[in-house]
């Protein structure tokens, strides 16, 4: 070595030595985490908390929507089935602040709904929400 680079300090320890010296902060880390979690999440007698459409009840209710469309392309207002000639004096009026809320089936083709915004379009209804479910 020259007098530039002064030579590696070991400290008269082996590698093995060091290696263990360098985890001991590491374990000490491992072991405050755990024992956080131990107090932090200590378990109780009351039962969590039923989410939201995580039910089966919840998900067997019908859409709070104004337009429901079935899988076989049935137009539903207020539980009763309507025609393509019925449907707009079944709706509410048009109104740009209160979007309409169309719920349409997951089987549904797309031209099917497409010709159902049309239908929608002509009859004033430019603010459509289509209402989906959460993700399973």
């Not at 010296?21 to 039923?50: H, K, R, S």
């Not at 083709?109 to 430019?126: A, K, P, Q």
Request: cysteine-free; glycine content about 8%; charged content about 20%.
């Amino acid at each position: 070595m020259t007098a530039l680079v002064p030579p590696p300090t070991t400290s008269g320890k082996g590698l093995l030595d060091r290696v263990e010296d360098a985890l001991l902060p590491l374990i000490n880390l491992v072991f405050l985490l755990l024992m956080f979690f131990i107090v932090a999440g200590q378990l109780t007698e009351e039962p969590l908390p039923e989410l939201p459409g995580g039910t089966q009840s919840a998900q067997e209710q019908a859409p709070e929507a104004d337009l429901i469309v079935k899988a076989d392309g049935q137009w539903q207002v207020n539980g009763s089935t309507l025609t393509e000639d019925t449907l707009l004096a079944a709706l509410p009026e048009p109104d740009a602040s209160e979007p309409l809320k169309l719920a349409a089936d997951q089987s549904l083709t797309m031209v099917d709904l497409e010709h159902l915004l049309r239908v929608l379009e002509d009859g004033g209804h430019t603010e459509v929400l289509l209402l989906t479910e959460p993700g399973a």
